[in-house]
């Protein structure tokens, strides 16, 4: 007998919260994959399919302007009913409280606001009006308080101005009601020039201030295993990465296209899927806690 479409569609999108209580729970954290197409969707699939594990999707506005946000949507609930383990959709860098509103309604379960450029009441005002809205539809929010800056923005000695300051991580949750907060404690977006300093005792101050918020560790690319380890260790519980997938999407595909005539995309972008996947693979032990 044929299965009908709703008893085969037994596995849906969900809010990040849960997934994140439960990866605090557990001394771990959650990966968040951005994806940019197709190809990139579908190594973190088969990544978090080979190892069981929750992941987190993600687009920034930039990937929706690419796709649309129908076949974003579209694309992320077909993931969804492939991987076992809990998924769900996040908007990553959200600038508006508009793109959050057009997101929930798109059917995005999770969101963030960036209001980290914005002065403190400000950001905690704009935070906690998406908060509100999205709350409301069952949908998860993370903020951002201090600013991780781009490699480009910054260098290694004036980072530290940037940094999130424990004291006001307590007011901004407790004014904000988010469910995750994204910290600045040393890491930023890119590439990095130099070595990469974390500041532990700082992080250990925000995860007192904060009780059981989640805490959310931006610009993971290129972070050494090590780091990453005790990040989590010090109460990081979502780790986003973007940077290493885009390169080694592209890495592989401009190998593909230099050593072969073959005009066959299925061919061209095989290696490309395969190389993102393997890092995905990595960063998905890594906050799983998997040696």
């Known amino acids: 007998m044929l299965m009908t479409h709703s008893e085969t569609q037994t596995r849906q999108l969900l809010a990040s919260r849960p997934l994140l209580d439960a990866a605090r729970c557990s001394a771990s954290?959650?990966?968040?994959?951005?994806?940019?197409?197709?190809?990139?969707?579908?190594a973190h699939v088969r990544a978090a399919t080979a190892l069981r594990a929750s992941i987190i999707l993600q687009t920034t506005e930039s990937t929706i302007d690419y796709l649309g946000i129908r076949l974003v949507v579209a694309m992320a609930r077909a993931a969804a009913e492939e991987i076992e383990a809990p998924v769900a959709l996040h908007l990553d860098h959200g600038g508006s409280y508009e793109l959050a509103e057009r997101c929930i309604e798109a059917g995005y379960t999770s969101v963030m606001f960036d209001g980290s450029r914005l002065s403190f009441s400000e950001n905690c005002a704009q935070t906690r009006r998406v908060v509100e809205l999205a709350h409301a539809n069952g949908v998860s929010v993370e903020g951002e308080l201090g600013?991780?800056?781009?490699?480009?923005?910054?260098?290694?000695?004036?980072?530290?101005?940037?940094?999130?300051?424990?004291?006001?991580a307590s007011r901004f949750v407790?004014?904000?009601?988010?469910?995750?907060?994204a910290v600045a404690v040393g890491t930023a977006h890119g590439f990095y020039k130099g070595d990469v300093r974390l500041d532990f005792e700082?992080?250990?101050?925000i995860r007192e201030a904060v009780g059981e918020t989640p805490l959310v560790l931006h610009g993971g690319s290129a972070v050494p295993q090590e780091l990453l380890f005790r990040a989590i260790a010090h109460g990081i519980t979502k780790?986003?990465?973007?940077?290493?997938?885009?390169?080694?999407?592209?890495?592989?595909?401009?190998?593909?296209?230099?050593?072969s005539d073959d005009i066959d995309l299925r061919r061209t972008f095989a290696p490309a899927i395969a190389a993102v996947q393997e890092i995905s693979l990595a960063k998905i032990r890594i906050c799983s806690q998997r040696q």
């Open 29 to 42: 954290a959650v990966a968040a994959l951005n994806f940019y197409n197709a190809e990139t969707l579908l």
């Open 147 to 168: 600013h991780v800056a781009h490699n480009d923005e910054v260098s290694a000695n004036d980072i530290a101005r940037f940094y999130t300051r424990p004291e006001d």
């Open 174 to 181: 407790e004014e904000t009601g988010v469910d995750a907060l």
């Open 202 to 205: 700082r992080l250990a101050h």
């Open 239 to 259: 780790i986003n990465f973007g940077t290493e997938l885009k390169n080694a999407f592209t890495l592989a595909v401009k190998a593909s296209l230099s050593s």
